[in-house]
């Protein structure tokens, strides 16, 4: 993984942006994955879960050790960002601790209906990253929207092939996907380092 080529920003709150990242096997495995699929119940969370029930939380599709051999290269990023030289890099530019976190990587292909209201992420999530696989040349629009304390919307980062961005969440995090058209596919990867257990703890 490759985060040497990166820029930062500071409006409307503090993130990095990043370009080609990934090598493209693993954007082979990003585009073309099976993803779980069903009827989705889309109310502007990604889970489904503004009515308290998670609807679509069965349909997602996160790596763990038992699904991960169907998934080399992904597998590969995420032992990368285990190892303690890249989460201490990453820890200096987001001024946080992760020497006690996990990785958790899930494979995302969101569908036509599909938007995010304005929201901050829970705060055991303490690095959200997406990274952008773009196969069915979708519009450049459908990156994430970033919003001021007024929920104004005031940047989309745009959608590019193996680009992305990382930030961690705060008071004034707000970010989100307007209702924007969805031809085929939103294909990327979100990437975290949560303080919860998952298969894939940190080195120490």
Excluded at 51 to 64: A, H, I, P, S, V
Aim: proline content about 3%.
């Amino acid at each position: 993984m490759n985060l040497d080529n990166l820029s930062s920003a500071d409006y409307p709150f503090k993130h990095w942006e990043i370009s080609n990242c990934l090598d493209v096997k693993a954007l082979d495995e990003i585009s073309y994955s099976n993803i779980p699929d069903g009827n989705r119940a889309y109310d502007g969370t990604r889970a489904a879960d503004h009515t308290g029930q998670g609807l679509d939380g069965k349909l997602r599709l996160f790596l763990d050790i038992e699904n991960s051999k169907f998934y080399p290269y992904l597998t590969k990023v995420i032992k990368e960002l285990q190892k303690k030289d890249i989460y201490k890099k990453i820890g200096n530019f987001l001024n946080k601790d992760l020497s006690n976190s996990f990785v958790r990587l899930e494979i995302i292909g969101d569908k036509k209906g599909f938007w995010l209201k304005p929201h901050k992420d829970i705060p055991e999530k303490l690095m959200t990253m997406m990274i952008w696989a773009n196969p069915y040349q979708e519009s450049e629009n459908l990156g994430t929207d970033l919003y001021d304390k007024n929920f104004k919307l005031v940047k989309t980062i745009k959608y590019l092939h193996n680009n992305g961005y990382f930030f961690s969440s705060g008071q004034d995090t707000w970010h989100g996907l307007e209702l924007k058209e969805i031809k085929k596919e939103r294909r990327c990867i979100q990437i975290n380092y949560v303080s919860f257990e998952t298969d894939w703890p940190v080195e120490k």
